[in-house]
């Protein structure tokens, strides 16, 4: 969007504006202001409605919306048109889950949904013969543990599904995640396992990941230290990718390999095969479930008005924030146990997406774009950071998302949890004033000057943004349709910004230079002339590594 555009500058000057104003009395001039500013979608709800935002604000970001043709790059994405522009791919995460109906989507003059449908049969197929015990390990057992090896889409987005939908584990299969190249992960998630009994998923899109090829290698050995037949690989590893060359040069068997595409982003990849530890996890209808939910979303994001369009709305209220009113970082902070994976996995797609300062043709952006997003579960925060979110010199919006029900039944936890979290909301948005401070001090018979002493500590100045999103239950439907709805809400941010939110070539530099310094580690080689800096921390690794 040009920033020089006129409805810009009226955006700019109506965040100017609202400094002046207060959320709090925004609602006291509307007692309509919920039910104005939130949205149901089935058994998942969107309150908006404790932001900085008027009745002009909000038809400004739609008009934001419109003029930058939201609903036209909607379309081209769900169509197939090759909107990642820097890489000339499509973005088809949704093709994943509209679950055939008889629908084409046409890549380069192919239908894929064959594809999709053929890899979706295979996944049940394996997750099915799994959990009857009839897929055996190298000494005829039974599958019991799954070890997932990937790292960043292929490790976050199954890896917080999983966690969240721990309460569908199906006939005790357990799934564990190795990401991390530090080998402590992956001896500790080994050490306690059967190797007999264990199925490797060697999950990479490019299956050039060196932290996932070097966990892949090392399992690899673990297992033939066991089995000492190299065959065993064929009943131990599968792999996802989109490389299968690369697998099969690996060794792993053809029929093991599960295909995923390069129109599928990594971070946008849990409903590929890359989900296939959550269909183990929960079984194969529940994954299923998950992604019904994401098309429920999908298909709200589709058709509804921009109005009243979830996503665009957690959208436009993301770009007023810090865009407008100058907020570049973003909370997530779930009251519910089984979400506590989900900042961590929002970190990766947003930040991977949208954090990025030219636009479509490689221009300079004259404005902020995507900001950090961070938290974690929201009742173990209170008790940590929230005192910088109520009055520290920074505002951070906030998201707040819970489930009313809660899988377990002790008595008095979740009334509590639930009564933090509309508290919260609410005194990030009211505060207390020096006078309600001074008032609460007087009555508490305090002396005046304990009283003057005091009072500017404990004001709270509010005014503070956030958003709440409720649903029924943590369930695969409700989840798929979440995740979903950050998903669009990403999606309808970079349009508006005019950024490619598809690529990620932020991440390239860093591994170009590990890669030239790797061998500059090892204690034959010399360290090559460069910033005095790195030179002098490579010599104290090496010198210690020496002792
Ligand atoms: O380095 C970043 C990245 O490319 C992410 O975008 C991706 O999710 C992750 O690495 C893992 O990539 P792959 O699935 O190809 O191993």
Redesign the pocket.
């Known amino acids: 969007m040009n920033s020089k555009s006129t409805l810009w500058q009226s955006l700019e000057a109506q965040a100017q504006d609202s400094q002046q104003s207060r959320i709090d009395t925004l609602f006291d001039e509307n007692p309509q202001r919920f039910n104005q500013y939130s949205i149901r979608i089935n058994n998942l709800l969107l309150d908006y409605s404790k932001n900085l935002i008027s009745d002009q604000t909000m038809q400004l970001l739609l008009d934001l919306a419109k003029s930058s043709e939201v609903e036209l790059w909607r379309e081209k994405m769900f169509s197939g048109e090759k909107i990642n522009v820097t890489e000339q791919r499509a973005v088809l995460h949704t093709a994943l889950r509209s679950m055939g109906a008889g629908s084409k989507v046409y890549v380069d003059s192919t239908n894929i949904m064959d594809e999709v449908s053929f890899e979706l049969k295979k996944m049940e197929n394996l997750t099915k013969s799994v959990h009857a015990g009839e897929w055996k390990g190298y000494s005829g057992k039974p599958i019991k543990d799954i070890v997932n090896i990937?790292?960043?889409?292929?490790n976050l987005g199954p890896q917080m599904v999983t966690e969240a939908l721990s309460k569908y584990q199906m006939n005790d299969i357990n799934v564990h995640y190795i990401s991390n190249v530090d080998s402590q992960q992956i001896a500790q998630v080994l050490r306690p396992l059967n190797p007999e009994q264990v199925l490797f998923i060697v999950?990479?899109?490019?299956f050039?990941?060196k932290e996932?090829l070097t966990n892949a290698k090392t399992a690899r050995n673990w297992l033939l230290a066991y089995s000492f037949d190299e065959s065993s690989v064929d009943k131990h590893f599968v792999a996802v990718t989109a490389n299968q060359e690369a697998a099969i040069d690996f060794g792993i068997a053809p029929q093991n390999i599960y295909h995923m595409w390069d129109w599928v982003g990594?971070?946008f990849s849990l409903w590929s095969a890359i989900g296939l530890p959550i269909a183990l996890h929960i079984g194969f209808d529940n994954f299923v479930e998950l992604l019904k939910g994401a098309r429920d979303m999908d298909n709200h994001f589709r058709t509804t008005p921009l109005e009243t369009n979830a996503p665009v709305i957690l959208a436009l209220v993301g770009i007023w924030n810090n865009t407008f009113m100058g907020s570049q970082a973003q909370a997530i902070l779930p009251y519910n146990q089984c979400l506590h994976m989900f900042s961590a996995y929002l970190q990766q797609a947003e930040m991977?997406s949208n954090g990025k300062s030219v636009n479509r043709e490689g221009e300079h952006i004259p404005y902020h774009t995507g900001g950090t997003i961070w938290g974690q579960l929201g009742i173990n925060g209170q008790h940590a950071f929230y005192q910088f979110l109520h009055q520290g010199t920074s505002i951070v919006p906030a998201d707040f998302i819970a489930a009313v029900e809660n899988p377990t039944a002790a008595k008095g936890h979740q009334e509590y949890l639930m009564a933090n979290l509309f508290a919260q909301t609410q005194a990030l948005m009211t505060g207390i004033s020096e006078e309600q401070v001074r008032e609460e001090l007087n009555a508490k018979s305090l002396p005046q000057e304990a009283i003057d002493k005091l009072a500017a500590h404990k004001v709270h100045q509010g005014n503070r943004p956030s958003n709440t999103i409720l649903m029924d239950k943590v369930s695969p439907r409700n989840l798929g349709a979440l995740i979903a709805l950050y998903e669009h809400k990403i999606f309808v941010q970079g349009i508006i910004w005019e950024i490619c939110s598809f690529d990620?070539w932020g991440?390239e530099l860093g591994?170009q230079l590990a890669n030239n310094l790797l061998p500059q580690l090892d204690a034959a080689n010399e360290v090559e002339a460069q910033d005095s800096s790195t030179m002098g921390l490579i010599g104290f690794y090496k010198d210690m590594r020496k002792n």
């Open positions: 990937g790292i960043g889409g292929s999950s990479s899109k490019t050039t990941t996932t990594g971070r991977e990620q991440v591994k």
